[in-house]
């Protein structure tokens, strides 16, 4: 039988879906260390007399990510039931209020979950802000390095500091006169170690009279606002040219 078709032919009390949420819930949720878990009395009173207790209490909500704590509640209910079968025979059985109200309680705190979880999708997933798409669209700037000294290592030098916003940004730089064309690794670094960049880019750098220019995307977003250095590496050459940045 579908699947679908078996829900729409479920009892009013939806045990059907209570059944398959009580299954999910032991494959995918064990808790072998009962971390957090509810203490059995507190369990046994949620089975027999739940209207003493404030299901509405998102504590609650643990038992729908705990295998321990849904594995004892589906034993309690099953002493529960045995013992409503004993007294069949003495009792007439009718629905009683207590266990249409228990039926009312688990329905409310699923439906919390499903709409707690719905909203975390949604977030996720939702389509980007205009804000958001604007942070990602690499703004234009252009940097001229053609008047720059290099340094490498730990030289100095006077050239005024680069200054570039914390956005994705599409630099064209115009590399220091006589620098040669072919490929580059621009990076972002916060000293002249040669370490791993906090931004990377290549790039292909095409001569233009006495100098080169290229042009490479580098993602400031996640860099605090501070100094940090414009390094240029040329294949040919193994070592890293320096230049003052500020990112703010």
């Known amino acids: 039988m579908d699947e679908r078709q078996s829900f729409f032919e479920d009892d009013e009390d939806d045990t059907l879906l209570f059944e398959k949420l009580q299954e999910h819930v032991l494959e995918k949720y064990p808790n072998p260390e009962r971390i957090g878990c509810i203490d059995h009395s507190t369990l046994k009173m949620w089975v027999y007399t739940p209207e003493k207790l404030n299901l509405s209490d998102p504590k609650y909500l643990h038992v729908l990510k705990c295998a321990e704590c849904t594995r004892e509640l589906i034993e309690l209910r099953r002493l529960r039931d045995a013992q409503s079968e004993r007294a069949k025979d003495e009792v007439p059985s009718h629905p009683s209020p207590a266990a249409n109200w228990r039926w009312a309680v688990f329905a409310s705190v699923i439906l919390c979950c499903l709409a707690v979880a719905g909203v975390t999708y949604w977030r996720t997933h939702s389509v980007a802000t205009p804000a958001q798409v604007a942070e990602s ?109 500020t990112v703010r």
């Not at 940097?143 to 006077?158: E, M």
């Not at 940004?169 to 791993?196: C, E, M, Q, W």
Request: cysteine-free.
């Open 137 to 245: 669209t690499p703004v234009a700037v252009t940097i001229d390095l053609s008047q720059a000294g290099t340094t490498r290592g730990t030289d100095t030098t006077t050239v005024p500091a680069v200054v570039l916003p914390r956005r994705v940004v599409s630099a064209h730089v115009i590399l220091p006169n006589f620098s040669p064309g072919g490929k580059y690794v621009v990076s972002v670094t916060t000293d002249r170690s040669g370490g791993s960049g906090k931004a990377v880019g290549p790039a292909n750098a095409n001569v233009q009279g006495y100098h080169a220019e290229l042009t490479v995307k580098l993602d400031l977003r996640s860099l605090p606002s501070g100094t940090y250095f414009l390094a240029t590496t040329h294949e040919g050459d193994s070592a890293s040219y320096f230049y003052p940045l």
